[in-house]
């Protein structure tokens, strides 16, 4: 067999929003047993989701998909206010498992725009996390800003009277630049107290820079909808990878890419389960002789409460 080194990046996989999002419709399905209706992917990963699926969980878009009194549970994403208003007007029993950090960029923005100031939104348009912030806010209250062009582009109504936020899920180094942009032209530009890319999505990118420029390939498992495993993508060829591809199981593996190479990185968003990437694992060390090396960047030891109705079930 052919000798592979494999450089395997930690952290990688579930961060705690993500784990806390799934505990929350495997309680919610002990606790009041199936259907429980979940709006949208309860995260980005179809795996997670079909297995859900199989136990139990229905996963719809709208509100209006769900029945009269059903257990009604928001995504790790977040909805829009116009959402929860929905819901409550409805009587749904709704259980939120918006992740505790996108929470905190609702809560950023909504301060900002009470503070009297027009709110930017670093983010891409039409991700579920987006289209949740920006509806905390009346319409035209955020203006979303994607790229270093809609930086420079941007015109406010009032130069002393700007803030932005961000998306929780972006490059980190992307957003940097965009930040740079929008602080030289607007010096008094307010920013959040803290970070808003999360410690996951931050510390999943600096291990990737970790391995990239040693390896031939890498690969990120993920979904093709998982914002933070697109990034890890683009973050491994900019740190000198030749190539980095994002897979959703060993299944998807072409061989044929990795035709030749003795030089593998792995390393997985922050929604893929540790079972897939060790089926990928698995499926190398099925075809090469196989070195696999852990590369630790960084301890990840982050843990969020459940919500108050699955802690004590008469709150629902």
Not at 185 to 211: L, S
Request: overall charge negative; charged content about 25%; glycine content about 6%.
């Amino acid at each position: 067999m052919r000798s592979l080194h494999v450089r395997l990046a930690q952290p990688r996989g579930f961060c705690a929003g993500v784990e806390r999002a799934i505990e929350i419709v495997e309680r919610a399905l002990d606790l009041y047993g199936p259907p429980v209706y979940v709006r949208h992917e309860i995260v980005h990963n179809r795996h997670v989701v079909e297995s859900l699926r199989a136990k139990g969980a229905v996963f719809v878009e709208e509100l209006e998909e769900i029945p009269d009194g059903a257990v009604t549970i928001f995504s790790a994403h977040g909805v829009s206010a116009a959402v929860e208003d929905e819901a409550r007007r409805r009587d749904l029993p709704v259980i939120d498992a918006t992740c505790p950090l996108v929470s905190k960029v609702h809560s950023e923005a909504e301060r900002l725009h009470q503070a009297g100031r027009e709110v930017l939104l670093i983010g891409h348009a039409g991700h579920p996390e987006v289209l949740g912030t920006m509806g905390q806010l009346p319409d035209g209250a955020v203006h979303l800003i994607e790229t270093i062009a809609d930086a420079l582009a941007f015109q406010p109504k009032d130069e002393g009277a700007l803030a932005y936020t961000t998306q929780t899920t972006l490059s980190v180094d992307d957003t940097r630049a965009i930040v740079d942009v929008l602080k030289e032209r607007f010096p008094d530009i307010v920013g959040p107290r803290k970070d808003d890319i999360c410690y996951a999505t931050t510390n999943r990118q600096e291990a990737v820079k970790k391995i990239a420029a040693a390896c031939e390939r890498v690969i990120v498992v993920g979904s093709p909808n998982s914002s933070n495993s697109a990034r890890l993508v683009e973050v491994a060829e900019r740190a000198g990878c030749p190539r980095a591809m994002l897979l959703q199981s060993a299944a998807e593996i072409d061989w044929d890419d990795f035709t030749g190479i003795s030089r593998l990185g792995i390393t997985a968003g922050a929604s893929a389960p540790e079972n897939l990437v060790q089926e990928i694992i698995d499926a190398f060390k099925a075809r090469f002789a196989a070195r696999v090396e852990p590369v630790v960047t960084a301890a990840e030891d982050v843990v969020f409460k459940l919500p108050r109705e699955l802690r004590d079930r008469s709150a629902l």
